[in-house]
């Protein structure tokens, strides 16, 4: 199997020294060095995954957009402290693969670069389960059955439901493929799940926790996923 090479866009001498040690305990990474200037048109046509410390600011998706446009093939994996479900979806927007709190990072780093690296999403299940609280409503632009979608997004899920593939959904609505998987992750971030397949359930879930259960809520684990 070949290895994955990862750059650490950092640049605290302490959070890169950090990083790099988490991720050469697993030897399918490849930490490489800052990119030098006359190198970077041999990476930009190469795959490869920017880690990436994240403070909450307004410069985060211009740097986003900006790594997106220099190396289109990469991969975007943000570390930084806790988010809000809308910031965090914003960031999804604006082209990460994948957030990961700095509290989780050596329980997690390594299994989420794989995940990234694989064409997965990865988010951690609270900060999941906290965007899907957020995305129910019973009024408001774009609702449909108590959830907050998109008129688009809604049409998604609808053709979803009827077992369309995203190659099928595409040409159906006129978009592309590669939109109609941005639209699902958005999808699936508001619903809540990690499958397609779950759409229907949830689209028809209750929006809360049945009075008087008393049941405590399973303990929660990262998850990846895909479109």
Not at 178 to 196: A, E, M, P, Q
Not at 199 to 216: D, N, Q, Y
Request: net charge positive.
């Amino acid at each position: 199997m070949s290895t994955i090479p990862v750059c650490i866009l950092s640049r605290n001498p302490i959070a890169n020294s950090y990083l790099q040690n988490l991720l050469r305990k697993d030897n399918l990474v490849r930490v490489l060095p800052s990119i030098p200037t006359n190198a970077r048109g041999a990476w930009q046509k190469r795959p490869l995954l920017f880690l990436l410390p994240l403070e909450p600011s307004a410069a985060a998706g211009a740097h986003l957009s900006s790594l997106r446009r220099s190396f289109p093939r990469a991969k975007l994996l943000l570390v930084g402290s806790r988010l809000s479900g809308g910031q965090l979806l914003s960031l999804l927007r604006q082209g990460a693969h994948g957030y990961l709190p700095v509290d989780k990072l050596e329980a997690h780093l390594t299994a989420a670069v794989h995940d990234v690296w694989g064409g997965h999403i990865w988010i951690c299940a609270d900060d999941l389960s906290t965007k899907k609280e957020n995305a129910f409503s019973r009024s408001g632009e774009g609702a449909r059955d108590g959830i907050l979608l998109t008129p688009q997004q809604a049409r998604i899920a609808e053709l979803v439901k009827r077992g369309l593939t995203n190659k099928e959904i595409a040409p159906e609505i006129g978009i592309s493929e590669r939109t109609v998987k941005f639209h699902l992750r958005n999808i699936f971030l508001k619903l809540g799940i990690d499958s397609r397949h779950k759409i229907s359930e949830a689209l028809l879930a209750p929006t809360g926790p049945k009075k008087g259960s008393g049941t405590a809520d399973p303990p929660r684990q990262p998850v990846g996923f895909v479109p």
